[in-house]
């Protein structure tokens, strides 16, 4: 069996699966051999270890929610407004409910941070280098607000997320008047 990228990423893409359903503890190589539908030892090939596997879980999730360069690039083109924020936070917001497996697996691994200082290591990291990301892109773009506002919407949108995903206090309410209502309430004018 050829070991190549694409193999790599099928194999996260059945542990993401696997967590999003089962939970940390339900995460082994033998359950994602079974979700990708591949024979008993192939993720233990690409992935030696557990940390080898969450790793991998953590680096394909950064792939799969990273943002599309030509939304991006409409966005960057667009004059700076608070109308503008709204749009890119519907953009974050898109991608992390797009695939629900994916963000349930994101708050499993979460959750599993919170156990263990390995999966808190290299899951902090990833969110550090894409809040970094975010506030870079805010800055280039002239949107308002700084890094402290991000970090108000990071935690709100967590919510968001979370609520849209689970049990909802209010799922009437469109997603899009959420997101408008939470930057009307925390970013600044002007």
Known sequence: MPRNDE?????????????AREGARGLTHRAVDAEAGVPVGTASNYMRSRDALVRALVDRIGERLAPDPSVVEAL????PSRALFADYLRDVVRRLTAS???ALALLELRLEAARRPEVREE???????????????????????GAR??????YAIDGLVLDRLTTSIDAGTPTDDVVDALVAGLLPEG
């Open 100 to 102: 629900p497996d994916l």
């Open 76 to 79: 960057s083109a667009r004059a």
């Open 123 to 145: 899951l902090g990291a990833w969110r550090r280098e894409a809040f970094a990301a975010d506030v870079a892109f805010n800055t280039a773009a002239g949107l308002p607000g």
């Open 7 to 19: 193999r790599r990423r099928a194999l996260a893409d059945a542990g993401l699966r696997v967590l």
């Open 149 to 154: 506002e991000l970090a108000l919407f990071h």
